[in-house]
C-alpha cells in the first residue's frame, strides 16, 4: 500500500521545524505537525535530495514549485515507473511443454529465458505467470465450449 503525499502546508511546516526550529526528532515534528514519523522521514529524505538545505530556499517556493523539487512526478506530468520484466512467449513455452519426448521441464525454460533476459522474472513468479496464462486459456475454451453447447 502507497503512502498518501502529505498537504504542501504540512510539509513546509515539517521542513519549518527541522531546519528553523532544530527540532531533529522525528517524533515531534510529527506530533507538531499532525502526521506519521513515516511521512516526516520521508519529507526530509526528499528535501535532502533535492537540495534544499535551507529555510530561506524553501520560504521563497510556492506550493508547486515546491512539489516539483520534492516529487518530480507533480505538475501533472505521470510518476516515472521502473521499466517492466520481458514476458516470454508463453505460447512457445506451451508447445515446449507439451513435446512428447517429456525433456523439457517449466525449470529448464525458465533458465534459458534468464539467459537471454538476466533481468527477467525469478523461477517463482515465472511459473505463477505461466499458471495463469494456462488458466486464461482453460478458461476461454471453457466459455467457448459453453457457447458452442448453447448454440447446437
Not at 528553523?20 to 519529507?43: H, T
Not at 533481468?119 to 471453457?142: H, I, M, N, P, W
Amino acid at each position: 500500500m502507497t503512502q498518501q503525499r502529505l498537504a504542501m502546508q504540512k510539509i513546509k511546516d515539517v521542513l519549518r521545524l527541522h531546519l528553523v526550529g532544530g527540532i531533529e526528532s522525528r517524533r515531534q515534528i510529527a506530533r507538531a505537525v499532525g502526521c506519521g514519523k513515516s511521512a516526516v522521514s520521508d519529507c526530509l529524505r526528499r528535501a535532502r535530495l533535492a537540495g534544499l538545505s535551507a529555510w530561506a530556499q524553501i520560504a521563497e517556493l510556492d506550493e508547486l514549485e515546491l512539489a516539483r523539487k520534492l516529487y518530480r512526478s507533480a505538475g501533472g506530468s505521470t510518476p516515472q515507473r521502473a521499466p517492466a520484466r520481458p514476458l516470454p512467449d508463453w505460447a512457445r513455452v506451451r508447445e515446449e511443454l507439451a513435446r512428447r519426448d517429456h525433456q523439457v521441464t517449466l525449470a529448464l525454460l525458465w533458465e534459458e529465458y534468464k539467459a537471454e533476459h538476466p533481468e527477467g522474472y525469478q523461477y517463482s513468479q515465472f511459473a505463477e505467470l505461466y499458471r495463469r496464462f494456462e488458466k486464461r486459456l482453460s478458461d476461454t475454451s471453457a466459455a467457448r465450449r459453453h457457447l458452442t453447447a448453447r448454440l447446437v
